[in-house]
T-cell receptor, first 117, second 116 residues
Framework: AQKVTQAQTEISVVEKEDVTLDCVYETRDTTYYLFWYKQPPSGELVFLIR??????QNEISGRYSWNFQKSTSSFNFTITASQVVDSAVYFC??????????????FGQGTTLQVKP | DGGITQSPKYLFRKEGQNVTLSCEQNLNHDAMYWYRQDPGQGLRLIYYSQIVNDFQKGDIAEGYSVSREKKESFPLTVTSAQKNPTAFYLC???????????????FGQGTRLTVV
């Protein structure tokens, strides 16, 4: 069975603080993909990053960085020097690559991030 | 501009009514998906379609129906059999590479359905 757990339901920080959003996944497949999406108040999910299971390189994009560790089945997301515009719900998602490759995304429950000025 | 358009943005349904949510994409994507989002929960898959004239049930298909007559369109009907339809509905699409769906999915802006 596949599962994604985002244990942090809500996080509140003050602007310019760094914040890390945790994501732990479960799958028995050896090939899979991990994603992070941002959902601003408007409702649309905005794609942030995709990582495949064979690529454990960490990635940095501006103030965003991602730490993928297969040993702990985690794919954590860090925002450096947070800004009010970062306030949103963030979802971690998993897609497996097995024989039933349907493109289905399995989502965590989401973490609501509030950045206060 | 390429993207996914969902309409309407807000929809109100009376008890016992069927309602249809529209989803159109001009990204030339093969696969389309419907997800339901409830407060405090992640997105759950209702139906998906990998190709025209074919679709499959997701995790919570009961009380819903879909059609895929055109590549661009994947409407979702919420039937009266759906006992708790109040939720936020998101449509998504993704491209296939050699029949495999390995890329990110793109999402519409959602439809908020309320039963009155």
């Amino acid at each position: 069975a596949q599962k994604v757990t985002q244990a942090q339901t809500e996080i509140s920080v003050v602007e310019k603080e760094d914040v890390t959003l945790d994501c732990v996944y479960e799958t028995r497949d050896t090939t899979y993909y991990l994603f992070w999406y941002k959902q601003p108040p408007s409702g649309e999910l905005v794609f942030l990053i995709r990582r495949n299971s064979f690529d454990e390189q960490n990635e940095i994009s501006g103030r965003y960085s991602w730490n993928f560790q297969k040993s702990t089945s985690s794919f954590n997301f860090t925002i450096t020097a947070s800004q009010v515009v970062d306030s949103a719900v963030y979802f971690c998602a998993l897609r497996v690559h097995g024989s039933s490759n349907t493109g289905k995304l399995i989502f965590g429950q989401g973490t609501t991030l509030q950045v206060k000025p | 501009d390429g993207g996914i358009t969902q309409s309407p943005k807000y929809l109100f349904r009376k008890e016992g009514q069927n309602v249809t949510l529209s989803c159109e994409q001009n990204l030339n994507h093969d696969a389309m998906y419907w997800y339901r989002q409830d407060p405090g929960q992640g997105l759950r898959l209702i139906y998906y379609s990998q190709i025209v004239n074919d679709f499959q049930k997701g995790d919570i298909a009961e009380g819903y129906s879909v059609s895929r007559e055109k590549k661009e369109s994947f409407p979702l009907t919420v039937t009266s059999a759906q006992k708790n339809p109040t939720a936020f509905y998101l449509c998504a699409s993704s491209i296939s590479s050699g029949g495999l769906f390995n890329t990110e999915a793109f999402f519409g802006q959602g439809t908020r359905l309320t039963v009155v």
